[in-house]
């Protein structure tokens, strides 16, 4: 019986030593993994990469990419994706990539979530004129945000 004590206590140890040795994803593996996902249309395991909060940004973009044509589809998922820089500071990080159709950078911001690096996405993101909710008063007339810094005109 102390044989069999001390054999599953060695296992025990084993096992956890090894699964304590598990190499988590850098930021890049993260960056480059999100991107294939989008590129697949793969929203599912995009979400897996992306924070609590990124979840309805990815969401839209579902939405949006449900009304791309075959061939805007195809040109997406034939496209290369290379990470050109990573700037990591603590808990946050920068990846840039370089999408090869069209030959832009691309700025994902990630951050630790639970110890793992996730990306994090805004709505400003993906709509960039998007105002948030509340951020500036609307003039209903031509909802616009309403310029605060004036003096009301003088009748």
Same mark, same amino acid.
């Given at each position: 019986?102390?044989? @069999? ?11 956890? *030593? ?14 480059? $993994? ?7 249309? $793969?929203?599912?395991?995009? &979400?897996? @990469?992306? /924070? ?8 839209? @973009?579902?939405?949006?990419?449900? &009304? &791309? ?13 290379? *990470?050109?820089? /990573?700037?990591? $500071? ?6 840039? *990539? ?12 990630? *951050? ?36 605060? /810094? ?6």
């Amino acid at each position: 019986m102390t044989s @069999y004590l001390r054999i599953l206590t060695l296992a025990l140890l084993f096992g956890t *030593v090894l699964s304590s040795c598990k190499k988590r994803a850098s930021p890049q593996e993260v960056a480059l $993994n999100f991107m294939h996902a989008i590129q697949e249309s $793969n929203f599912d395991l995009a &979400r897996d @990469y992306a /924070t609590k909060e990124s979840q309805q940004v990815i969401q839209l @973009y579902s939405f949006f990419d449900a &009304r &791309r044509n075959d061939s805007e589809r195809d040109k997406i998922k034939k496209a290369g994706i290379k *990470v050109i820089e /990573t700037e990591e $500071n603590g808990d946050k990080a920068t990846v840039t *990539v370089l999408n090869s159709s069209s030959q832009q950078k691309e700025r994902l911001q990630l *951050v630790k979530e639970n110890g793992r690096w996730k990306i994090s996405l805004t709505f400003e993101s993906i709509i960039p004129n998007y105002l948030p909710p509340s951020s500036a008063p609307l003039d209903s007339t031509n909802m616009q945000p309403q310029d605060t /810094t004036s003096p009301l005109p003088m009748k």
